[in-house]
């Protein structure tokens, strides 16, 4: 779900958050008609769409049967690992 702090991406300048860059009408049909039961979610703002870049890790996330890590859960996972690690070699 979007929320007001997420930054907001015009639809035609998503394909620059994806690895192979793909054409606008492929990320418009994922928004629109969405892929194998799963759509990019986006919102309407004066005529024109938007998305956000974490809606659009939550779409490929969700292609690939993967769960989404956000990046407070990414540096909360780091911060552990790094307190395992110092325990290890004793620091």
């Given amino acids: 779900m979007m929320t007001i702090d997420d930054t907001y991406v015009p ?25 194998r039961g799963v759509t990019l979610e986006t919102l309407i703002v004066g005529g024109q769409r938007f998305t956000t870049e974490r809606a659009i890790q939550q779409f490929l996330a969700a292609l690939n049967g993967r769960p989404v890590e956000s990046r407070s859960d990414r540096a909360k996972q780091l911060s552990e690992t790094e307190k395992e690690l110092d325990a290890e070699l004793g620091e």
């Fill in 11 to 35: 639809l035609k300048d998503a394909p620059k958050f994806l690895p192979t860059r793909p054409h606008f009408a492929t990320v418009f049909r994922w928004a629109t008609k969405g892929v």
